[in-house]
């Protein structure tokens, strides 16, 4: 199995900030790389799939890239409304393997 | 828009099974395939099972084998997890997600369901 490792594991950030959060994949995926977000008691939502397509109706403010083994996702201009947990997914082969999150807190 | 809805929260006794049922509306239904992820309290998530597109077959996460079945009825466009023996550490919710071919080789969770919230426990 593909294991995909997440840093940091947590983060504390101000609405305004950027942050980056790198997930790496224990052998090359190429660039299938998927990103969700998480909020308290919801389901996932797809944030940016293949690497760095941004799902419809994600704002610019998230990017993704990397390529095969690892990848980081951006935020840039930090809003309250991101603070949320981020996980990342590869869909190279089966299983699908998520990384562990990072939570991004104020 | 498509739409995944599934069934209320279970109570269940170690040792027992639980079925858990997801609904789908609103795409055909050839052009997705139906996951199943779990995440146990304050946790990540755990991929369960769901359509293997490169050999057509369905797969389980080696560590629920034997113990983990995906069904599908495709009169009333259901899909259906079983999950048997039962312990503590399966409290957990379960998500029913809908795997998405973007073109190229892309696939990605595109559509989830709300969850639903299994309990073990004496």
């Known amino acids: 199995d593909i294991q995909m490792t997440q840093s940091p594991s947590s983060l504390s950030s101000s609405v305004g900030d950027r942050v980056t959060i790198t997930c790496r994949a224990s052998?090359?995926?190429?660039?299938?790389l998927n990103w969700y977000q998480q909020k308290p008691g919801k389901a996932p939502k797809l944030l940016i799939y293949a690497t760095s397509n941004l799902q419809s109706g994600v704002p610019s403010r998230f990017g993704g890239t990397g390529s095969g083994t690892t990848f980081t996702l951006s935020i840039t201009n930090l809003q309250p409304e991101d603070f949320a947990t981020y996980f990342c997914q590869q869909s190279s082969s089966a299983p699908r393997t998520f990384g562990q999150g990072t939570k991004v807190e104020i | 828009q498509v739409q995944l809805v599934q069934s209320g929260a279970e109570v269940k006794k170690p040792g027992a099974s639980v079925k858990v049922s997801c609904k789908f509306s609103?795409?055909?239904?050839?052009?997705?395939?139906i996951h199943w992820v779990r995440q146990t309290p304050g946790e990540g998530l755990e991929w369960m099972g769901g359509?293997?597109?490169?050999?057509?077959?369905?797969a389980y996460a080696q560590n629920l084998q034997g113990r983990f079945t995906m069904t599908e009825d495709t009169s009333t466009d259901t899909a259906y997890m079983e999950l048997s023996g039962l312990t503590s550490d399966d409290t957990a919710t379960y998500y029913c997600?809908?795997?998405?071919?973007?073109?190229?080789?892309?696939?990605?969770?595109?559509?989830w369901g709300p969850g639903t919230l299994v309990t073990v426990s004496s």
């Open positions: 609103g795409h055909t239904r050839t052009e997705l395939s």
């Open positions: 359509y293997d597109p490169e050999d057509g077959e369905t």
């Open positions: 997600a809908a795997e998405v071919y973007g073109g190229n080789f892309q696939y990605y969770f595109q559509f």
């Open positions: 052998q090359n995926i190429d660039h299938y």
